[in-house]
């Protein structure tokens, strides 16, 4: 039904940034919350940060809170994820997801539509 399509993974050098992008295509109605995660090589997929349909309340993961800003623009049906500071161990997959409701939620099994993710890797 919904569609998620990731954009901006790259591969950048220590203390450098990047902008993820998600872009919902297809039909979107209603309201909903959206969410980053992030699977490195060999480890579970992990939470990053998530955003409430307004916009007015975030969550970050511990390992990337003030580094990490989550934003979006639901005139654009796009959130996005500026990343500062990249450290090497911030290298993953990154997925955008969707929670069909309007509260941000840390929990994986809370979203229902994810993307296909875009790598994101950060060199020492």
């Known amino acids: 039904q919904v569609q998620l399509v990731e954009s901006g993974g790259g591969l950048v050098q220590a203390g450098g940034s990047l902008r993820l992008s998600c872009v919902a295509s297809?039909?979107?109605?209603?309201?909903?919350?959206m969410g980053w995660f992030r699977q490195a090589p060999g480890k579970e997929r992990e939470f990053v940060a998530a955003i409430s349909w307004g916009g007015g309340s975030t969550y970050y993961a511990d390992s990337v809170k003030d580094r990490f800003t989550i934003s979006r623009d639901n005139a654009k049906n796009t959130v996005y994820l500026q990343m500062n500071s990249l450290k090497p161990e911030d290298t993953a997959v990154y997925y955008c997801?969707?929670?069909?409701?309007?509260?941000?939620?840390?929990?994986?099994?809370?979203?229902?539509?994810w993307g296909q993710g875009t790598q994101v890797t950060v060199s020492s």
């Open positions: 997801a969707r929670r069909p409701d309007m509260s941000a939620s840390r929990l994986l099994n809370e979203y229902s539509y």
């Open positions: 297809g039909r979107s109605f209603g309201v909903y919350a």
